[in-house]
Nanobody, 119 residues
Framework: QVQLVESGGGLVQPGGSMRLSCAASGIILSVASMGWYRQAPGKQRELVGM???????NYADSVKGRFTISRDNANNTVYLQMNNLKPEDTAVYSCNAAYPRAGNWYEYWGQGTQVTVSS
């Protein structure tokens, strides 16, 4: 059974930093494409960034230079380091895994963690 468990959300002031973690079980992280998504109230879910099996990363323009995704294969955990946070970064952040099994790709989601940027 695949599980993705996010942690690290909460309240932070504008300009502050926060690190989210996504602990994966039931998959081998090194062969997965792992993404972080967010959804603000009244808005559609959007991709924040992702790291593929090769280690390459890409980010939404709105977070480039501020957010960094990293992967710890030994601990099967993906991180989202968020710096210089802005009120518009307030959202529920969710971890996503795209994982190959028997020639097909399967998608898994975590439950999400709330990030609130406010003074």
């Amino acid at each position: 059974q695949v599980q993705l468990v996010e942690s690290g959300g909460g309240l932070v002031q504008p300009g502050g930093s926060m690190r989210l973690s996504c602990a994966a079980s039931g998959i081998i992280l090194s062969v997965a494409s792992m993404g972080w998504y967010r959804q603000a109230p009244g808005k559609q879910r959007e991709l924040v960034g992702m790291v593929v099996s090769s280690g390459n990363t890409n980010y939404a323009d709105s977070v480039k230079g501020r957010f960094t995704i990293s992967r710890d294969n030994a601990n099967n955990t993906v991180y989202l380091q968020m710096n210089n946070l802005k009120p518009e970064d307030t959202a529920v952040y969710s971890c996503n895994a795209a994982y190959p099994r028997a020639g097909n790709w399967y998608e898994y989601w975590g439950q999400g963690t709330q990030v609130t940027v406010s003074s």
